[in-house]
């Protein structure tokens, strides 16, 4: 805190006077007073005596008279040292680094988290997510139902594109999946069991006349696909390529990259995940369905153009044609 003993040694009517001030606004707390003469160290040790009550043994003339300044300068210096001493081993307060409201306000939002996670984990019984399904044909078919409300199914590496709702009346809830290809297009009496913490929840679809259809909670399937050991990329080939057609609002996109991944997306309806390959002007393009498939695709280049499948495409970004 800065707290300074101070004495003066005689008043002019012959008293002793203490002043114990406390500056706060010091430029130097070390600048305590220390005694000059030996009256000022007797000065100051009678007044310790008055205010401590303990007793010192008196200092008579002779004693006085054999203080030298040297002694004088010996016990200013020790005043001294032993003042930067005192200072340099008190400890500044610390503040808490973490505030009581904002330790509140954390424990608040942690527990907010807490209880989603655990309800989400336990009790939250939505179809968002991916579910497997064993089809009639004996495949294995994978739904993954998205919030901006689009289904995909997804068979072998091509994905199917559709749209699904949820309604919910009377305690029940109704799931509707729109007219796509796939086998589950159509409207279900929906409910759904266990816990998606552990992976083991359940989709139930039944539809009007009492068939049942049971879907279970997965994840992203493994692509069976992998790229040739000697691809070699064709750099004017590699990147985003799109044809717009105007009048239906609709595009056909292609995309390849440097490490041998190539798709194909049909108007953002049916995409094609695959694998492939370049000799001259002939793509070898690989994808899977209920068995590993490869075709041949020709193309060319007109300019800064692409031209395959008999369309003419701009890398997306550039300007793009369009067909009537």
Sequence with gaps: ???????????????????????????????????????????????????????????????????????ISDVVLDIKSELTFEESNIEPQKKPALQIPIIIAICIVVGALLGFGIYYGFFAHTVNGIWEYKASDENTYYYTFKDENIVSMTMGTIDFNGEYSVTSADGSQTLMIGQYYGELSGEYTMTISGSRLFGNQVMTLKTADGTETTLKQSSTPKSPLTVSPDFKADEKLVGDWEYVFEDYGISYKFSFTADGKMQINQYDMIVYNCVYTTDGSNIKCTFFTTEETTEDIEYSFEGDSLIIMGIKCERVGASTPSQK
Excluded: H, L
């Design 1 to 71: 805190m800065g707290i300074n003993d101070e004495f003066s040694p005689v008043a002019p009517d012959g008293e002793i006077k203490e002043k114990i001030e406390v500056e706060e606004t010091k430029e130097n707390e070390n600048d305590a007073v220390v005694p000059e003469t030996a009256e000022d160290i007797i000065d100051g040790i009678n007044t310790v005596q008055s205010i401590t009550g303990e007793e010192i043994p008196e200092i008579s003339d002779e004693e006085i008279e054999e203080i030298t300044d040297e002694d």
